[in-house]
């Protein structure tokens, strides 16, 4: 229903910042909630943030302060400023859409993932 395509990864110090960017195309008035998720090598994928349609961002608590999602409604995209960046940062930051859409009486719930995008930072 939604595809997603996140833009932005790369290599940076410590302290330095990075703008993620996800472009969301489809049925995109169908969309509940949009977040980001990250996974580092050997761990298991986690939540950044979310930020629901017409509702308040939320953050984890390790970004909290550092980062910011924020959503361009006209271009469809949705960004992940990070700040501060730390080097534990580094992970595969992934794009996720969670959305509803009716036809009559019947529901269909789904959600989207993009291919992700590699953030690096050193120290």
């Known amino acids: 229903q939604v595809q997603l395509v996140e833009s932005g990864g790369g290599l940076v110090q410590a302290g330095g910042s990075l703008r993620l960017s996800c472009a969301a195309s489809?049925?995109?008035?169908?969309?509940?909630?949009m977040g980001w998720y990250r996974q580092a090598p050997g761990k298991q994928r986690e939540l950044v943030g979310t930020?629901?349609?017409?509702?308040?961002?939320n953050y984890a608590d390790s970004v909290k302060g550092r980062f910011t999602i924020s959503r361009d409604y006209r271009k469809n995209t949705v960004y992940l400023q990070m700040n501060n960046l730390k080097p534990e940062d580094t992970a595969v930051y992934y794009c996720?859409?969670?959305?509803?859409?009716?036809?009559?009486?019947?529901?269909?719930?789904?959600?989207?993932w993009g291919q992700g995008t590699q953030v690096t930072v050193s120290s």
């Open positions: 996720h859409a969670q959305g509803v859409r009716f036809n009559g009486w019947s529901r269909n719930d789904y959600d989207s």
């Open positions: 489809g049925t995109i008035s169908s969309i509940t909630v």
């Open positions: 930020i629901p349609s017409g509702g308040s961002t």
